[in-house]
């Protein structure tokens, strides 16, 4: 899948998506009513097209992206144990393997984000259909459901 058509499932497939494009890179944020400040704004997914944030998936590549995903912290356990030893910054290379053994130039394999795995992020660089139907699509809802009670809440407490 491109960017295009994974940008286009998200904004078609969930409700109230707001969606953010800075440099080439996509940030999708839940904001049904368009009144949250962008400054109070936090994505639930990121679609990021160069090395302008991180350097470790050598996303300057051509046609090279990743997808970012927040989700649940015990999805994450559930795949990849604790969140200190995935992610890529811990004595971690500018790109490539690292002390987390995950290869994070690595196409169209779910891993823990190279930066924010501690925060239960997980990324894929360029998914193909297969992973995008069997593993994308359920981290991406669980990503929007975060979203959303998020949002519930911090609407309750206005």
């Not at 949250?36 to 590549?61: A, E, G, K």
């Amino acid at each position: 899948m491109n960017e295009a058509e994974i940008s286009r499932y998200i904004t078609e497939t969930f409700e109230g998506v707001d969606t953010v494009t800075d440099s080439g890179n996509s940030f999708f944020f839940y904001n049904p009513d368009r009144n949250v400040p962008p400054d109070h704004r936090f994505p639930f997914v990121t679609l990021v097209t160069s090395d302008l944030y991180d350097q470790f998936s050598n996303l300057n590549r051509p046609s090279v992206f990743r997808l970012n995903i927040g989700i649940t912290k015990q999805t994450f356990r559930s795949l990849f144990g604790d969140p200190a030893r995935s992610s890529g910054t811990d004595g971690a290379k500018i790109s490539g393997e690292n002390a987390s053994g995950h290869d994070f130039t690595a196409l169209d394999q779910v891993m823990p984000h190279p930066v924010y795995g501690r925060m239960y992020w997980v990324c894929v660089l360029n998914p193909g259909e297969e992973t995008f139907e069997t593993k994308v699509r359920q981290l991406l809802a669980e990503a929007y459901d975060l979203a959303v009670s998020r949002y519930k809440r911090q609407a309750a407490r206005r």
